[in-house]
């Protein structure tokens, strides 16, 4: 008789548990962010932190580690290859396969418009991307937007919106290709200068500028030591929510479901949240003093038409032909 309700009790207990969810395993995950407390991502980062953990009743228990505590966004990814780090919101970087340099491609978008429709999940940029992730063991989850980025110089640039003109402007680019081949596409004499570097190099003249930064982090970072801006929207700037691949294939479809319904969201309101940021920042540098210039729409088109003619050829070998030419098919 003891031995009867001693196993009805335990079969009791077990449906309670599982009903409950007292049986279930937390799944805890840390996640490094590379932006500043006060920064839209970061705050992101926490939203996505309630909100899994909310609609998880509790399953998933989510720590937030930002402004690179974990590392610069190089080591985090590696970290994240391995499984020794679960989730980052992070830039990419190209040491592991330099095809994630997609992410770079000047001109990949020109205007907002574009970056809801090319940055869509099933669009060609993020399906490709998100392959070349999944063979490095990460999966690519969706992204952060915080920008279309211009160049930010210390003298006006003459005939700026020529991109056959010659610039009278030594430009900083970072050391890549997609950056350094695009300027010198549009006339600049570029250096390449450490970013942590780069403040002081415009303050002593070792450049007269810098490419690739939105409005909001021109204005915050450099407003004091430069004169021009120019919004070339030829960079988008944005980072990406990855996960280690072999954790996400443990969790089950409806998890799954939940984190890319959550970071859609957050893909989204990242996106108007870009869009506004631009406009205000734009407002703000005018405040401070500096002259700010804008384009057309058709002045953008022949910029953006003019660098996937000149530029995008010239970086076939680095990104293969065939992401080339199915690239440039998205603009036909």
């Not at 939203?47 to 228990?61: D, L, N, T, Y």
């Not at 001109?107 to 998100?130: M, R, S």
């Not at 937007?145 to 610039?167: H, M, Q, R, S, Y």
Request: include cysteine.
């Amino acid at each position: 008789m003891r031995k009867m309700v001693f196993g009805i009790l335990v079969v009791a207990l077990s449906v309670l548990f599982a009903v409950s969810g007292w049986a279930a395993e937390t799944v805890k995950i840390r996640m490094a962010g590379q932006s500043p407390m006060e920064h839209q991502a970061t705050k992101h980062q926490f939203e996505f932190k309630e909100a899994i953990e909310k609609q998880s009743g509790g399953r998933f228990e989510i720590k937030v580690y930002p402004a690179n505590q974990l590392g610069d966004y190089t080591q985090v990814y590696e970290e994240v290859m391995r499984g020794t780090l679960e989730m980052a919101l992070i830039n990419i970087p190209s040491q592991f396969d330099q095809r994630l340099e997609l992410t770079y491609v000047p001109y990949l978008v020109e205007n907002y418009d574009q970056v809801k429709t090319f940055f869509a999940p099933d669009g060609f940029i993020v399906k490709t991307l998100g392959s070349i992730h999944e063979k490095l063991g990460v999966k690519l989850l969706g992204f952060n937007i915080e920008g279309l980025g211009g160049f930010a110089t210390t003298v006006p640039v003459e005939n700026a919106a020529d991109p056959k003109a010659k610039k009278n402007v030594l430009l900083r680019v970072p050391p890549m290709d997609v950056f350094k081949l695009h300027a010198d596409d549009l006339g600049y004499t570029t250096i390449s200068v450490p970013y942590a570097e780069l403040y002081t190099a415009l303050q002593t003249g070792v450049a007269q500028g810098w490419s690739g930064g939105p409005p909001v982090l021109t204005y915050l970072s450099f407003r004091d030591v430069i004169k021009d801006y120019y919004q070339y929207n030829s960079h988008l700037e944005s980072e990406c929510w990855l996960i280690n691949k072999k954790l996400w294939d443990s969790f089950s479809p409806e998890d799954q479901k939940m984190f890319m319904d959550v970071i859609a969201e957050l893909q989204a309101k990242s996106t108007e949240i870009a869009q506004k940021d631009d406009t205000e920042y734009l407002d703000k540098m005018r405040e401070a003093g500096i002259a700010v210039n804008t384009f057309s729409n058709e002045e953008l088109a022949a910029l953006a038409d003019y660098t996937r003619e000149t530029t995008w050829p010239r970086l076939r070998d680095r990104l293969t032909p065939e992401i080339m030419d199915e690239l440039a098919k998205q603009y036909q």
